[in-house]
C-alpha cells in the first residue's frame, strides 16, 4: 500500500519486460499480481511527475493486465469510457517511457487518441461513449466477415449517462459479438445513478418479493442462526441477481458481479466469455485509487493528481491566496444562496471541478448533482423555472456542448430565466476534448440568449448577479484557474446589459477585448498607445460603442479567447457591415484548426493569443494598410481619429 507518491522511479524488473501487450502474454499467470503492483507503484510516480488522473487508473490496474493478458489486442478491440481509466493501458501498451510526458506539448495525450497508439481504438476524451463506439466497431467487424472481440469499458461514473443506455439498449437488440464490462467503483451505479437505485428498489417493494420474503423469515424464525444467515444472503442476492435483471432485460448475457481486484476471478471470467457470442455483459467491482491509501479515503478528492514537486521551505509566495475563477462562482453561489431561497443549484458531476462543495453543504435541499447526464441537467433546470424555482447550472464550456439541443429547445425558446455558469472557458492541459472554445459561437447565435465574459474575479461575481437578476436565460463564461487578481466586492451590483466599459484612449488603433483577453490588450495598448474596450457582453453587444470606436479609430481589432468562426468579433463585423461603417477589422482568436494538449500559456502564445503575439498580429496588419495605401505611414497617425 502507497501511503505517499513515490518521487523517485520505483523498481519495475517485471514491467520493464512489458512493451506491448504480447510481452504481457508471454509471462506466466503467476506473475501477474506481482506485475499489478509495479503497474501501481509506476502509475503513481508517473502522474505524480506530470499531474493529471489518477485514482480511476489505480482501481483498473488488475481488469487492464487481465483484458490485455485475455484478448489478442490490438486485433480485438478495446474502448475506454471514461478515457481517464486508461493510464494502466498506455503503459502496457508501448508508451511507458514516455508517461512522464502526459499533458505536456508534443508529448501523450491524457486520454485515449486514435492517432497516437494501434491500441488506442476510440477518442474519449468525453464520457459515456465507449458503448456505442464498440457496437459499431462490432457491426463494422462483422460486415467485413473479421472474427474479433470487441470490448468496450465502461464506469467512473460514464454509466449515469443515458447515452450508454441507448447504447446497451440498441446493442442488446443487433445481437452483435460485444462485450461490455461495467467498472463499478462506486461512482457510476452505487451513488449517482437514482433511477437505478429506484428500479431496484420497486423490486425489493414488491408484492411478490415481499411475500416470499416474509414467508421464508416466518419459516425460519424459530431457527434463529439460519434465520440471520438468510438475512445476509438476501442481502448479497440483491447486489448479486437484481443488476442482472436489468441488463438481461436489455438483451445482454450478464455476468458477475467479479471481483475487479482479484486476477484469478478476471481472468477465468474473461476467459469463458471470450467462448461466448452475442451481447455480453461483465458487471467487475473495484475500488477507486486502490492502492494508494489517500485516494483509497477520498476518492472524490483524488480523482485527479496535481504534478508533485519537491518539498521546498516555505515562503511567502506573492498571489498565493488569490482565489480561482471556480473559487468566485463558488462562494457567489453561497451569497446568493443565502439572498434568495429560490436559487437551486445544478451540476452534472461537476461538484468539486465548479467549486460547489460549501453550496452542496449548507444548502443540500437545493443542490442536485444530476451525474454525467448534461442533457438532463438543463432539462431539469428549465423545469425548475417554470414553476418560480432560480436554476443556476454549473457547468464546463465542453460539457455543455452536450446539451446544445435542451438549451435551445427547453431553455431559450420559452425564454426561462436559467443562469448558465461556464467554467473552463478557455484552453486547457487536457487538449481538444475538454477546451471550452466554441461557447461564444454556439451560444451568440441563441435568441433570449445574455452572453457575458468577465475579465477579472469581480467582474466574473458582478456578471453572475447580472445573470441571475435578468429575466430570462444567461450565461456567464470564466477560463480555469485564475486573473489577474483584483479585488472582490462583497456587494453586487448588476451591469447594464449591453454596455462596454472603455478601460484607455488611444491612438489609432481600438483594441475590443472580450473577457480574459483584456489583460493582454492593455499590454498591447501600452505598445501602440491604444483604445482598450473591455466589451463585457458578447450578446447584446454595445452597438454604440462599437460604431463610435469605428468613427475615431484606423483600426477595429477584436480579442476573445475562442474560436474566430462566429465568434464575439463576428459579432462586432455583423454590426459594422449593417451599419456601412467603413473601418479596416482584425479579427483575433483561436485558429480553425485543433490546438494539441499541453501548457495553455503555450498554447495560447502559439495561436498568438499572448501580448506579443496580439502586438506582431496589430503590427502586421497597420503595415499591410499603408502598403495598401489605406492608412498614411505609420510615424503620422494620428491619435484617435481616423486619418
Known amino acids: 500500500m502507497l501511503e505517499e507518491i513515490p518521487l523517485t522511479r520505483p523498481d519495475t524488473p517485471l514491467l520493464d519486460r512489458v512493451e506491448t501487450p504480447a510481452d504481457l502474454r508471454a509471462l506466466a499467470a503467476e506473475d501477474l499480481p506481482a506485475l499489478a503492483e509495479e503497474l501501481r507503484a509506476f502509475l503513481a510516480w508517473s502522474v505524480g511527475q506530470t499531474g493529471g488522473h489518477f485514482g480511476a487508473g489505480l482501481g483498473v490496474v488488475e481488469l487492464t493486465l487481465a483484458l490485455h493478458y485475455v484478448l489478442e489486442t490490438p486485433d480485438d478491440l478495446l474502448v475506454w469510457d471514461v478515457g481517464h481509466q486508461a493510464y494502466p493501458h498506455k503503459i502496457l501498451t508501448g508508451r511507458r517511457e514516455r508517461m512522464t510526458t502526459m499533458r505536456q506539448s508534443g508529448g501523450l495525450a491524457p486520454f485515449p487518441v486514435r492517432d497516437e497508439s494501434p491500441y488506442d481504438t476510440f477518442g474519449v476524451g468525453h464520457s459515456s461513449t465507449s458503448i456505442g463506439a464498440a457496437l459499431g466497431m462490432a457491426i463494422a467487424s462483422r460486415m467485413q466477415g473479421r472474427r474479433r472481440k470487441v470490448v468496450a469499458v465502461i464506469g467512473d461514473g460514464a454509466m449515469t449517462a443515458g447515452q450508454a443506455f441507448e447504447a446497451l439498449n440498441h446493442a442488446g437488440e443487433c445481437r452483435e459479438d460485444l462485450l461490455v464490462v461495467l467498472n463499478d467503483n462506486a461512482m457510476s451505479i452505487s451513488e449517482n445513478v437514482g433511477g437505478l437505485s429506484r428500479y431496484f428498489a420497486r423490486i425489493f417493494a414488491s408484492r411478490l418479493y415481499a411475500s416470499v420474503r416474509e414467508g421464508g423469515k416466518r419459516v425460519l424464525s424459530a431457527i434463529p442462526p439460519v434465520r440471520q444467515l438468510a438475512a445476509r444472503t438476501e442481502e448479497h442476492m440483491k447486489g448479486m441477481v437484481v443488476p442482472g435483471t436489468l441488463f438481461e432485460e436489455l438483451g445482454f448475457n450478464y455476468i458477475g458481479p467479479v471481483d475487479g481486484h482479484d486476477l484469478d476471478e478476471l481472468l477465468v471470467a474473461l476467459r469463458n466469455i471470450r467462448k461466448l457470442t452475442g451481447p455480453q455483459f461483465l458487471h467487475v467491482i473495484t475500488q477507486k ?139 486547457v492541459e487536457d487538449g481538444p476534448t475538454h477546451a471550452g472554445i466554441f461557447d461564444l459561437s454556439y451560444l451568440r447565435c441563441i435568441p433570449n440568449m445574455v452572453v457575458m465574459a468577465p475579465s477579472d474575479e469581480d467582474e466574473t461575481r458582478q ?124 479579427n483575433i482568436g483561436l485558429p480553425d484548426y485543433w490546438l494539441p494538449h499541453g501548457s495553455p500559456e503555450k498554447e495560447m502564445a502559439a ?37
Open 289 to 427: 485509487g486502490r492502492g494508494y491509501a489517500p485516494a483509497e479515503s477520498h476518492p472524490r478528492g483524488m480523482h485527479s493528481l496535481g504534478k508533485i514537486e519537491p518539498r521546498k521551505p516555505a515562503t511567502a509566495v506573492q498571489g498565493a491566496n488569490t482565489p480561482k475563477y471556480s473559487n468566485v462562482f463558488g462562494n457567489w453561489l453561497v451569497d446568493m444562496a443565502e439572498r434568495d431561497e429560490r436559487l437551486v443549484g445544478i451540476t452534472p458531476a461537476m461538484c468539486e471541478g465548479s467549486d460547489l462543495l460549501a453550496f452542496c453543504e449548507r444548502f443540500p435541499e437545493r443542490y442536485h448533482d444530476v451525474g454525467i447526464a448534461e442533457q438532463h441537467s438543463v432539462t431539469l433546470a428549465a423545469g425548475l423555472a417554470c414553476e418560480g424555482a432560480k436554476p443556476v447550472v454549473a457547468i464546463y464550456s465542453t460539457f455543455l456542448q452536450r446539451a446544445y439541443d435542451q438549451l435551445i429547445h427547453d431553455v431559450a425558446i420559452q425564454n426561462l430565466d436559467v443562469l448558465f455558469a461556464l467554467d473552463r472557458a478557455s484552453l
Open 463 to 586: 456578471m453572475l448577479y447580472t445573470g441571475y437578476v435578468h429575466e430570462g436565460p444567461a450565461a456567464v463564461r470564466y477560463p480555469r484557474g485564475k486573473g489577474p487578481g483584483v479585488e472582490i466586492r462583497r456587494e453586487m451590483e448588476a451591469i447594464p446589459l449591453g454596455e462596454a466599459k472603455v478601460l484607455r484612449e488611444g491612438g489609432g488603433v481600438a483594441l475590443l477585448a472580450f473577457g480574459s483577453m483584456v489583460t493582454p490588450a492593455l499590454a498591447v495598448a501600452e505598445r501602440l498607445d491604444a483604445t482598450v474596450v473591455n466589451m463585457r457582453f458578447v450578446k447584446p453587444l454595445d452597438r454604440a460603442c462599437i460604431l463610435r470606436m469605428a468613427a475615431e479609430h484606423d483600426l477595429i481589432v477584436t480579442l476573445e479567447e475562442n474560436v474566430i468562426a462566429g465568434g464575439a468579433g463576428s459579432g462586432v463585423n455583423e454590426v459594422l457591415l449593417e451599419e456601412g461603417a467603413a473601418v479596416p477589422v482584425l
Open 607 to 643: 495561436a498568438g493569443l499572448d501580448a506579443e503575439g496580439i502586438l506582431a498580429r496589430v503590427e502586421a496588419r497597420l503595415d499591410r494598410l499603408v502598403e495598401q495605401g489605406v492608412l498614411p505611414a505609420r510615424s503620422s497617425l494620428g491619435s484617435g481619429s481616423a486619418s
